[in-house]
């Protein structure tokens, strides 16, 4: 099933990371499903 995020989490951690002056970098989590341990 494919993963979705509420738009409320995205809004809180934008301000988290505005708030703590941190930067935000692009990462690729598409095979990140495929290594996990279950």
């Known amino acids: 099933f494919p993963h ?3 738009h ?3 809004r ?3 301000a ?3 708030l703590l002056d941190m930067e935000i970098v692009q ?3 598409k095979n ?3 290594y ?3």
Do not use: H
């Open 4 to 6: 979705v995020v509420k």
């Open 16 to 18: 988290l990371v505005a």
């Open 27 to 29: 990462m690729d989590v």
């Open 32 to 34: 990140g499903v495929f």
């Open 36 to 38: 996990t341990e279950t």
């Open 8 to 10: 409320s989490s995205i």
């Open 12 to 14: 809180i951690l934008l």
